[in-house]
Each structure stands twice: as C-alpha cells, then as structure tokens.
T-cell receptor, first 114, second 112 residues
Framework: DVKVTQSSRYLVKRTGEKVFLECVQDMDHENMFWYRQDPGLGLRLIYFSYDVKMKEKGDIPEGYSVSREKKERFSLILESASTNQTSMYLC?????????????FGPGTRLLVL | AQSVTQLGSHVSVSEGALVLLRCNYSSSVPPYLFWYVQYPNQGLQLLLKYTSAATLVKGINGFEAEFKKSETSFHLTKPSAHMSDAAEYFCAVGFGNEKLTFGTGTRLTIIP
C-alpha cells in the first residue's frame, strides 16, 4: 500500500516564525501536492511538484514556498507564519500518469499560528 | 475553468436510510470525477472514480455514483446508511492535467 506520511499531526507556532511541514511518500510517485483545508472552503491547492526540483504554483501560493530535493520528500515552507495560515495542511502524491490517477493523502498537519 | 459544486454542506440521514450526496461540475470537455472520504482526524481516501468507462461506478463500503453528462452530475449514493459512514465527503473534478479541483465538502451525520 502507498504510504504518505507527514512530519507532525499538530503544530503550534507564533506569528513571524518560519515553519517547515514535511511530507514523505514511499511509492516512487512523481507528483506531489500540498493543499490546505478550511471549513466551508474544501481543499485548495497551494503548490505541486511533478519532479525533483520542479514546482508549480497552485491556486493559493501566496505566503508559501516549497522544496523538493528528493523524489520522495516534498516540503512546504511558511517563511513568516501569520494567523490566517492557521489551517489543516494535507500532502498528497500520485504516479506520473495524469489526472485520472488516485491521489494518496497523508493524515494532515493541523497548524495553529498564534 | 473547471469547477465543482457540492449541494449541502451538511446532510443527516437515519441509520438504514438512503444516502444521497450531490455533486455537479462545469466542463466543456469530458471530466474525470472522484469522490473522496475523510474520517475524523484522517487524510482523504478514495471512494470511487469515473474515468470515461462505465457511467455507474461502484466504490468501497457500498457506495456508488452515476455520471450523468446531460445533468453534469456525479451524485454519490448508498442504499443503507451505517453509523460508520459518518464522515466528510469531497467531490473532485479534473480535465487531463495533474490538478484536481475539489468541492467544498459535505459532512454526513448518521442518526441512530
């Protein structure tokens, strides 16, 4: 079975801190994604990556950056956390073939920015 | 641009009753359609997907969905609700690139 893990289930940070959210998948998937999930808004795509060192902006990239130095690892970075970034963050991965493939999700990281 | 609409942010059904969760999409080309489920404190997992094969798609846990092109719909149904079906359900649509567009979700509550 595909396994997608996220480094933390819960995080509490202060405004202005730099925050790293890590995601690792073990199935050699090319595509990886970061979403944020907010009540009433569903899932919104922040960034995705289709290969090592490649990244593309999603629908809400402002205030975020990403890093993919290894195929299995995709990091989301909040350069200077703000309270409006309090949310649930979900990582997902999928094989190279495009949209019709299942996305496999991690358990999520619930981030609280004080 | 692709979009997906889930009607009803909260749905309550009695145990044993029919579950119907609605999803409509907008598209000028044939879409790929998915239903995902999220149990409390977990990530999303795939329930079922439509990828231009049979229009009636069967998924896990007794769920199914029917693609109706004329109605641009992909509603999720289950004949008899179980307490374990309580979760949030997301419809998603894609059009041949890597990005999915998710709906805003429907929280399903099962009444004993």
């Amino acid at each position: 079975d595909v396994k997608v893990t996220q480094s933390s289930r819960y995080l509490v940070k202060r405004t202005g801190e730099k925050v790293f959210l890590e995601c690792v998948q073990d199935m050699d998937h090319e595509n990886m994604f970061w979403y944020r999930q907010d009540p009433g808004l569903g899932l919104r795509l922040i960034y995705f990556s289709y290969d090592v060192k490649m990244k593309e902006k999603g629908d809400i990239p402002e205030g975020y950056s990403v890093s993919r130095e290894k195929k299995e690892r995709f990091s989301l970075i909040l350069e200077s956390a703000s309270t409006n970034q309090t949310s649930m963050y979900l990582c997902a991965s999928t094989p190279l073939t495009p949209i019709q493939e299942t996305q496999y999700f991690g358990p999520g990281t619930r981030l609280l920015v004080l | 641009a692709q979009s997906v609409t889930q009607l009803g942010s909260h749905v309550s059904v009695s145990e044993g009753a029919l579950v119907l969760l609605r999803c409509n999409y907008s598209s000028s080309v044939p879409p790929y359609l998915f239903w995902y489920v999220q149990y409390p404190n977990q990530g999303l997992q795939l329930l079922l997907k439509y990828t231009s094969a049979a229009t009636l798609v069967k998924g896990i846990n007794g769920f199914e969905a029917e693609f109706k092109k004329s109605e641009t719909s992909f509603h999720l149904t289950k004949p008899s609700a179980h307490m374990s079906d309580a979760a949030e359900y997301f419809c998603a649509v894609g059009f041949g690139n890597e990005k999915l567009t998710f709906g805003t979700g429907t929280r399903l509550t099962i009444i004993p």
